[in-house]
């Protein structure tokens, strides 16, 4: 009897774990769980599936509106996109002297046509671009080559617009940061060409760069004495692109100054005053103190405003439309011109990649997940 009522005593209720959830805690997240199924439905339907079904056509030869039956072309519409090839160009031989030809306007070598050395099978290449290399001229062909120019121009594009508009927004955050009178109507007044819609602010552009005396730059540029009056800003291959560069510029530097605002904001005054006190120039307390705390926000902004301009789409169809693209605008017209369906899938997935490429590069060496 005793054995027994020592046994019973010795046996203790069993303890739950420390950080062993509860009944309760899991009937609880057990509820999350379906209360948030609708919201996971809703983000698969409206998000997932349209990326994997663009992912899948990207392997066929689908037509837009078309009841042709799919094939399945694996990475055909990719090997497309992406092939080139490198092909030396051959001197020009006079027929006369069975010497290298020579051109008597230039009298620089004449060489053969691209049309007759590039490869026509198993696939057709067309010229890109030709360049020399140790007194040889080569020419480089694709077999898309608007497909690369257009990747080319965007990612040109995308540098030199986030360059100017993180310089000038820094540049008017810090302006409008500081202490004068009238500073909050200042704000608000360079947030205009930011409001303006884009269809709107594309056309007073295209406009002011048109290619007679119509134009204000024309007008402008002829009355310094730095042109005729026909400088073909949108028609002229040289001029296009800083056209576009400066078009988004105008428009999304105020973005730009809007968050490093921001970030300036949230700087606390006394490390200012203790800067003074120590006798610290205004360009030692910008490079010392300013500079790197804004690091994060300027992470953030680049981020922000590289993704936006590598798949900039409505600038360059409103005022170029075919006569340049951009990847968004090249994938447009294949889709809607082209009704090629895969081929614009393949592209809308190298676009893609090449964004998830620049976000992790930024947040990997930016430091944005850190700070």
Avoid at 26 to 31: A, F, I, N, Q, Y
Avoid at 176 to 190: D, P
Avoid at 296 to 324: C, E, H, M, N, S
């Amino acid at each position: 009897m005793s054995a027994i009522s020592t046994q019973d005593a010795t046996a203790a209720p069993k303890k739950p774990k420390k950080n062993q959830p509860s009944d309760l805690a899991k009937s609880e997240e057990r509820l999350a769980y379906w209360l948030l199924a609708p919201t996971f439905l809703i983000l698969f339907a409206i998000g997932f599936y349209p990326l994997f079904s663009v992912f899948y056509n990207s392997f066929t030869d689908r037509q837009l509106a078309s009841n042709q039956p799919v094939e399945w072309v694996g990475f055909d519409n990719y090997s497309r996109l992406l092939s080139m090839t490198i092909t030396e160009l051959p001197r020009e031989i006079d027929e006369e002297t069975g010497q290298p030809a020579i051109d008597p306007d230039t009298g620089e070598p004449e060489y053969v046509l691209p049309l007759e050395v590039l490869p026509r099978e198993p696939r057709r290449f067309r010229e890109l671009s030709q360049f020399n290399w140790f007194g040889t001229r080569y020419v480089l062909g694709a077999t898309d080559p608007d497909f690369l120019l257009a990747f080319i121009d965007t990612v040109r594009f995308t540098f030199f617009a986030i360059i100017l508009e993180t310089v000038l927004g820094l540049g008017i955050a810090l302006v409008v940061n500081s202490n004068f009178k009238g500073r909050g109507a200042m704000r608000a007044v360079m947030l205009v060409p930011w409001v303006i819609p884009t269809a709107v602010s594309s056309r007073i552009w295209e406009w002011m760069f048109t290619s007679t005396r119509t134009g204000l730059f024309n007008v402008v540029f002829q009355d310094l004495g730095l042109g005729d009056g026909r400088i073909a800003f949108l028609v002229a291959e040289n001029w296009q692109l800083p056209a576009m560069v400066m078009i988004d510029v105008w428009k999304t530097t105020p973005f730009m100054a809007l968050l490093i605002l921001a970030g300036l904001q949230l700087i606390p005054k006394d490390i200012y005053e203790a800067a003074d006190v120590d006798g610290a120039s205004t360009l030692r307390t910008f490079f010392s103190i300013t500079l790197p705390l804004l690091r994060p926000t300027i992470a953030v902004a680049l981020v922000f405003r590289t993704l936006d301009t590598l798949r900039v789409f409505d600038l360059f169809q409103i005022v170029l439309g075919q006569k340049r693209y951009s990847l968004a605008s090249f994938t447009y017209y294949e889709l809607v011109n082209n009704q090629s369906m895969g081929y614009s899938s393949a592209s809308s997935v190298l676009i893609f990649f090449l964004i998830f490429i620049f976000a992790f590069l930024y947040i990997r060496f930016l430091g944005v997940t850190n700070e």
